[in-house]
């Protein structure tokens, strides 16, 4: 049965520099403890603990009845709803008697709201998605830490899933803050400590961007905080990582390796190969294409990263990519993985977290290759991509086919990513063009 007594929190870090000590309603239950502060500092000479009399303050007999009608109303509320109550957390039952006998309006945290929308994301199964904006949070709570003069800890999650819902972890509870509480002071400050400690330029807008599109979202579900824009003033612009593609002939120079089969690295080059002549396409949708997506010589999918926008392909496969597949064909279930590179029995939550170890591992193997093929620029899972791209503007090929075969959702999406590639090309040509003699 949950209790309740009145007392006095005496942690050093709530003490005041002349003694005195908030005066608060103490909740017990779950074998836990939360206080709930009076808003009243008094000396332990100035609270009775025998009869709840407050001496010694301005309004002091005001004071006393008020903390001990709080508490006989708490108390009657809690018999009374005893059978109900059993079944709570001590979040919820702290929140309930703050609103009800405090008169504290419903909490509006960020990682309370942020719970609410990463589930909905989750629910979605938009697991990237969600594990990008918890990122964003837990940079936040860092932050926070890092006021407090704290250690900058590994953070592994900051929620769990209790039935169907998230619930954030009580431990990140005190660095928590309410939303109408960020600013733009804050905000700025926040910016300043991300870009201090992100080797990429991305990293810090990202984040922002993420918990914009928290706070956008709790605005649009709560009146009071519909006008709270704090993160609105704050540029929050995107800087284009340069494509850094190979080239044909690297690619025929990589084909031409001699490695041990059915090594780690042999395998590397398969998949590197099978990635390029599928359009560059993502490791992550290379990872998880089951057995029943390839039919009639055609690897038919959506692209993960904007799967719920009906991105659909159906690539009719190459010889190369034919004889790649063909290898790894064996007595696989139709739903089981066509590669063995993220296991059958991985969970649709943890497959991006699996895949992003994976990548790891592709990418160490990938720079092995390029120092075997003596190609000095690094290859990683982008540089596929950037070299299908690559090659076929060079072939003079249509943008807008170009575009359509990256999935992007417009050309001017390639546009923004290659268009200086693009430019570069034609102002060479015309240079030249213009200074032959």
Do not use: C
């Not at 006393?64 to 009657?76: A, E, G, L, N, Q």
């Not at 905000?187 to 991300?194: D, E, M, S, T």
């Not at 999406?413 to 040509?429: A, F, P, Q, R, W």
Request: proline share 3%; charged share 30%.
């Amino acid at each position: 049965m949950a209790t309740i007594k009145i007392t006095l929190d005496k942690r050093a870090d709530h003490t005041t520099k002349d003694k005195k000590f908030p005066l608060v309603l103490r909740i017990g239950h779950a074998r836990k403890t939360r206080d709930i502060p009076f808003n009243l500092h008094l000396k332990e000479s100035q609270y009775d603990f025998e009869t709840g009399k407050i001496t010694g303050i301005l309004n002091a007999t005001r004071h006393t009845k008020r903390t001990r009608k709080i508490y006989s109303d708490v108390d009657y509320w809690i018999d009374e709803n005893e059978g109900e109550i059993k079944t709570w957390e001590m979040t919820r039952l702290k929140q309930e008697i703050e609103q009800h006998f405090f008169k504290k309006s419903p909490s509006r945290t960020l990682l309370n709201y942020g719970a609410i929308y990463l589930y909905r994301l989750r629910m979605e199964r938009r697991f990237s998605t969600a594990d990008s904006y918890e990122s964003a949070l837990k940079a936040l709570i860092k932050y926070r830490r890092h006021l407090k003069g704290l250690d900058n800890e590994i953070i592994k999650t900051l929620y769990e899933i209790k039935k169907d819902k998230m619930v954030p972890l009580e431990e990140f509870e005190e660095f928590d803050m309410e939303i109408k509480a960020i600013d733009y002071s804050f905000v700025q400050n926040f910016k300043a400590y991300l870009v201090s400690r992100s080797n990429s330029k991305n990293t810090p807008n990202i984040y922002l961007r993420s918990i914009q599109a928290i706070m956008n979202d709790a605005s649009k579900s709560f009146q009071d905080l519909s006008d709270h824009k704090p993160l609105s003033k704050i540029k929050k612009q995107s800087f284009e990582n340069a494509p850094a593609p190979i080239t044909i002939d690297d690619i025929n120079t990589i084909r031409k390796l001699t490695l041990e089969p059915n090594t780690p690295i042999w395998h590397t080059r398969n998949y590197l190969l099978f990635m390029f002549n599928n359009m560059g396409m993502n490791h992550f949708d290379m990872a998880v294409i089951k057995r029943f997506q390839f039919e009639d010589d055609r690897i038919k999918y959506f692209r993960k990263k904007t799967h719920y926008e009906g991105d659909y392909f159906s690539v009719l496969q190459s010889d190369e990519a034919l004889e790649i597949i063909k290898y790894y064909l064996s007595d696989q279930e139709d739903n089981d993985y066509l590669f063995p590179i993220i296991p059958n029995s991985t969970t649709p939550e943890r497959l991006h977290r699996v895949n992003k170890d994976k990548v790891k591992i592709f990418n160490k193997y990938a720079s092995r290759i390029a120092e075997l093929a003596g190609i000095s620029k690094k290859i990683t899972t982008y540089t596929i991509r950037d070299t299908w791209t690559n090659i076929g503007l060079d072939m003079g090929i249509d943008i807008r086919k170009i575009s359509s075969g990256l999935g992007h959702s417009s050309v001017q999406v390639t546009e923004k990513h290659y268009g200086k590639n693009v430019s570069t090309k034609i102002l060479d040509e015309i240079n030249a063009k213009i200074t032959e003699r």
